[in-house]
């Protein structure tokens, strides 16, 4: 019985010290290609670990990141700029392309093909935690400025 209980926490010390994604989880049936492929919505998004959900409901709204086992995805949002409270500018953006992960799994890679932003640029994100629905990510831009985006389908 002592072994049995001895083999038990071995066996999931070495579970939780290879988990794949900072936040999780430690073991999962399905595939990291199959638990990213969803149709995506910011839950909360950090800018430099302050929380800035609020902000990101104007600047994304409508916000859909849509992601395919194919190897495609597509992004569209609003961005809405408010006056004393009258909207005063709408602004659709959309892009669309390919993604695909690192070697090891730990980023995921966006490359447009197509956007309404002449500015679109690939783009790699670090992902934290990747469930069948929940997905965190993280990126830092090149002045050091780290975003979080926590995302539900």
Known sequence: MKKLVALSLLFLILLSSCKKYPDGPALSLRSKKERLSN??????????????????????????????????????????????????????????????????????????????????????YKILMLKEKELHAQTIDSNGNKTVVYLKP
């Not at 959900?53 to 104007?58: K, L």
């Not at 390919?98 to 309404?116: G, I, L, Q």
Request: without cysteine; aromatic residues 18%.
């Open 39 to 124: 149709t995506w919505h910011i839950n909360k998004y950090y800018y430099n670990n302050e929380d800035k959900t609020g902000d990101a409901q104007y600047l994304f709204a409508d916000y859909t990141l849509v992601i395919n086992k194919n190897g495609t995805y597509s992004l569209s949002f609003h961005t809405k700029v408010y006056f004393l409270t009258v909207l005063i500018l709408d602004t659709p953006s959309s892009e669309s392309g390919k993604w695909a992960f690192n070697d090891d799994k730990s980023f995921v890679n966006f490359t447009p093909e197509t956007s309404t932003n002449s500015n679109a640029s690939s783009s790699s």
